[in-house]
RNA sequence: GGCCCGGUAGUCUAGUUGGCCAAGGACGCCGCCCUCUCAAGGCGGAGAUCACGGGUUCGAAUCCCGUCCGGGCUACCA
């Protein structure tokens, strides 16, 4: 979150006026309310086995009733450690309204009585999340969908703890892989580190991540976030579940890197070429990447991408197997070009582009035929960044002598 | 099984009060242009019986009913 540039008012790690703010330290709490909602009758010790209780939940679902969670308890044998489990009136309707969804109804007719206190004591996410909702007064729940059938439970619990006041609810529509399941923390690739690790940029994720379940309008993809939060509302919010699709985070990535100047691109490089093994991190490499930065702005989607296009100006590559076609035969055509560049005056791209060109006219060869024997020589490789900026970034002495090498 | 939610092109979406939608934008895809490669950029194109079937209406993607498909919940998971 903090590489997304996104922080928070209160949290375990800077405190505020509602802590503690971790669940194991407010389990006293939440034992509490679990006990004095006993007293009050809202809840019940449990004592019942899980054995007790899932067949209870079979012979339920055959006979095409909600579990009588309450009547297996009285049954149960007394000793050990009860759970406390809260009691769902089986003759109301509950509803609320949801910012994104809608009024939603249920039937609690159809709810079974719930657990609130494991008998070890511990609170199940119903109890805990209640309790603190309530204590720390928390005004909106903005939440998955996952946890929309979970609202009327806590809604009840609500009630039975005397809370008079509702929160906004609004259930944000779930995050699917391409074969339409939803994504999650549990089982997934999908941790922003690893987008970080692969090369995104977090202007674009989050760019990225808005437009998935919302829009700013009907034809605006590139925005800040501060764009994005001066339009946003809650009511805008689609209700259908929105698949990742990490081609169109691509285009985005692109155009944030594209905006980028090339001192910004030099330096989020680094770390993405020392993982490649070029020399980087040093006065003279970031001094190489400010100046092919400019070259690389618009060929790139993510920054991964950089360090096999510019390893070529750290060290002498291997040319692969297309270089290697390329290059046959062309002795006599490389040994003009390196005589034709070291007479140059000055080493720039223009006046590079201009020797070349000229020998090429001279010897009446297409332009392509003309580069890519010499991109093959130089750089090892047939797609490189433009070649007249690579020779005078790469410079006289170690260009000649790759031309000649390839020889 | 029961309860709840969802369903516009391969994908993200516009469409909220029915007519301006014989459905708009974007990614991707295809083609052309530019061009030293790859990109980027420009231009053009294909791609949606608005899940399906009924109904209401002069008129429905938008309202109603049914069906199908998908997901969530139905846990002493969260």
Same mark, same amino acid.
């Given at each position: 979150m903090?590489?997304?540039g996104?922080?928070?008012?209160e ?12 669940q ?9 309310w ?9 809840a019940?010790?449990d ?14 679902r ?19 450690q009860?759970?406390?489990r ?11 309204h ?21 008998a070890d004591?511990t ?20 939440? %998955?969908?996952?946890?929309? =059938?979970?609202?009327p439970? !806590?809604?009840? +619990?609500? &009630? /039975? @703890? ?18 339409g ?6 089982? %997934?690739?999908v941790?922003? =580190?690893?987008?970080?690790? !692969?090369?995104? +940029?977090? &202007? /674009? @994720? ?17 925005f ?15 209700k ?46 970031r ?5 092919v930065?400019?070259l ?5 989607k993510r ?6 296009m ?14 290697l ?7 006599e ?12 005056e ?5 006046e590079?582009e ?11 060869l ?16 047939l ?13 006289r ?11």
């Amino acid at each position: 979150m903090q590489w997304l540039g996104l922080d928070w008012d209160e949290g375990p790690d800077i405190g505020g006026p509602y802590g503690p703010y971790r669940q194991s330290e407010r389990f006293d709490l939440y034992r509490e309310w679990a006990h004095k909602l006993v007293e009050e009758g809202f809840a019940y010790e449990d004592h019942s086995t899980s054995e007790d209780v899932e067949r209870e939940r079979e012979l339920a679902r055959s006979e095409g009733r909600r579990p009588d969670h309450r009547a297996v308890a009285e049954r149960a044998a007394r000793d050990g450690q009860p759970s406390i489990r809260f009691i769902v009136p089986p003759d109301r309707t509950m509803t609320f309204h949801d910012e994104v969804l809608g009024d939603i109804s249920t039937d609690l007719g159809r709810t079974p009585d719930f657990v609130i206190l494991r008998a070890d004591g511990t609170p199940t996410y119903m109890l805990a999340v209640t309790v603190d909702d309530v204590a720390m007064e928390i005004s909106h729940i903005v939440r %998955g969908n996952d946890l929309m =059938a979970s609202t009327p439970r !806590q809604l009840l +619990l609500r &009630e /039975a @703890m005397g809370v008079k006041d509702v929160p906004v609810f609004a259930h944000l529509p779930l995050i699917v892989d391409d074969k339409g399941k939803p994504l999650s923390k549990r089982w %997934g690739d999908v941790s922003v =580190a690893a987008y970080r690790d !692969q090369g995104f +940029l977090p &202007e /674009a @994720m989050l760019n990225y991540l808005a437009l998935l379940g919302w829009s700013l309008d009907d034809h605006t993809n590139i925005f800040s976030m501060d764009e994005a939060i001066a339009a946003f509302d809650l009511a805008r919010v689609n209700k259908n579940p929105a698949a990742f699709d990490v081609t169109k985070l691509e285009w985005i990535n692109g155009h944030y890197i594209r905006a980028k100047t090339p001192e910004e691109l030099a330096h989020d490089l680094v770390p993405f070429c020392v993982a490649e093994g070029l020399a980087a991190d040093t006065d003279e490499g970031r001094a190489t990447l400010a100046t092919v930065a400019p070259l690389l702005t618009e060929r790139m989607k993510r920054l991964t991408e950089a360090p096999p296009m510019i390893r070529f100006l750290f060290e002498r590559p291997a040319p692969d197997d297309k270089a290697l076609k390329a290059l046959e035969n062309q002795a006599e055509y490389l040994g003009a070009v390196a005589t034709a560049l070291e007479t140059i005056e000055k080493w720039t791209t223009a006046e590079i582009e201009a020797a070349l060109r000229a020998l090429a006219e001279e010897r009446d060869l297409k332009p392509k035929k003309a580069f890519q024997p010499v991109r093959a020589a130089v750089t090892g490789t047939l797609v490189s960044p433009p070649l007249f900026e690579s020779l005078e970034i790469l410079g006289r002495d170690e260009t000649l002598e790759r031309l000649r090498s390839a020889i």
